[in-house]
């Protein structure tokens, strides 16, 4: 699995762009289009981490900004799941508003009412996660 995932990742330290950032964006880019398919698990973030030579904080931050957009499912000791129906989600990007506004764009503008509906369904848990992390 993870080899089909490395495939999928150019990360690069030399962009101004934060690794976390590019990493979220080409997860997000590997569920919409198809080659994350629902249902599928994603390797734990420590195996992520060690394969991509990131953090696993750089991991793990992806993986619960993808969370609150409701691409993916999480719970304590399992890996993330690519959530069903995430094909049906719009593949924007989140807008350099909405990412400057606070906790790294948890707040994601999202094309359909069903994606409004499971940002609002995840935002409390990842918001409490994030809040709990910072102190």
């Given at each position: ?86 094909s049906l989600l ?31 369904a995840n935002l ?12």
């Open positions: 699995m993870v080899e089909l995932l490395l495939g999928g990742f150019e990360l690069s330290r030399e962009s101004g762009e934060l690794l976390t950032r590019q990493l979220t964006n080409q997860l997000r880019a590997l569920i919409t289009g198809g080659r994350l398919r629902p249902g599928q698990n994603l390797p734990s973030s420590r195996t992520l981490a060690r394969s991509l030579n990131v953090s696993r904080n750089t991991v793990s931050f992806a993986i619960e900004q993808l969370t609150a957009e409701g691409y993916l499912s999480t719970s304590q000791g399992r890996r993330p799941l690519v959530v069903a129906g995430t719009s593949s924007r990007a989140p807008s350099r508003r909405a990412e400057n506004r606070g906790m790294q764009g948890l707040v994601f503008a999202m094309g359909s009412r069903a994606s409004s509906d499971r940002l609002a409390p848990r990842a918001s409490a996660r994030l809040s709990a992390r910072i102190g």
